[in-house]
């Protein structure tokens, strides 16, 4: 099966494609691009170079979250109009069940983290069993103490850190102590390869059926609660 993947969740853009899970061609970039410049090219180019037509690709993937929410957004659009223009079939992953796979080869606990900001990070665990990802925890935005407290209820033995959020993950480690092994530094991001090994055993849906997951509102929906809630306050002081 081949599979177009793509990845846009954070500040790397990547885009690979895999022939039943062997990874044929990827291009990965780190910059301050937006993903909307950097995507369809990339996927155009590495299709061109590799002598495959949109056409033959059997399964579009990308990562649907969480991460940053433009970037989300870009790469299931991506993925939901070439599904819809090719009637293809597509496929959401988490990103960092993505992430994961780069740790596949550790015989720790897989600990991907993403910078949520707001004093937190995006987080999930993961142990690898025959040659394979398996989750302990499920997609979460957590604080790093809690995320310390969580692993400490769990093991005492070095977890493999992975991800965007890793200088984060790794400052509060080290002062309470818990051991760690870090990504080397092509292994530390997000990649497309990673979302094709994660979306080799998910049931794939339609342009429909792909949706974004945020984990929490964004901004805008955040200072919109806060400003009906303060509303709310003001009308109803109002009616004393």
């Known amino acids: 099966m081949l599979i177009l993947s793509f990845e846009s969740s954070a500040k790397s853009a990547s885009v690979a ?21 950097t995507l369809l090219p990339m996927a155009e180019n590495l299709l061109k170079n590799t002598e495959i037509s949109m056409n033959d690709i059997d399964l579009f993937a990308c990562a649907y979250g969480p991460g940053s929410f433009t970037g989300i957004r870009i790469g299931v659009a991506t993925v939901k109009g070439l599904a819809w223009a090719l009637n293809k ?4 992953v988490s990103t ?12 720790e606990i897989i600990c991907p983290v993403m910078d949520a900001r707001r004093s937190q990070v995006y987080n999930a665990l993961f142990q690898i069993k025959n040659g394979k990802p398996e989750r302990i925890r499920e997609d979460r935005a957590i604080s790093t103490d809690e995320l310390i407290s969580d692993i400490r209820s769990l093991t005492d033995n070095p977890v493999f850190l ?26 530390a ?18 342009a429909d059926d792909l949706l974004p997951v945020y984990l929490r509102l964004s901004q805008a929906e955040r200072e919109r609660n806060e400003r009906l809630a303060k509303e709310q306050a003001e009308a109803a002081e109002e009616t004393k």
């Open 17 to 37: 494609l895999t022939d039943d899970g062997e990874l044929v061609g990827e291009y990965t970039l780190c910059t301050a691009l937006t993903h909307s410049r």
């Open 89 to 92: 079939p597509c496929v959401g």
């Open 96 to 107: 960092l069940e993505a992430m994961s796979w780069h740790g596949v080869s550790s015989q």
């Open 162 to 187: 992975v991800g965007d959020g890793m200088k984060v993950a790794q400052n509060a480690f080290t002062k309470a102590g818990i051991p760690f092994t870090a990504a080397p530094g092509n292994l």
């Open 189 to 206: 991001y997000q990649t497309a390869w990673g979302v094709a090994m994660a979306a080799g055993d998910k049931v794939p849906g339609t």
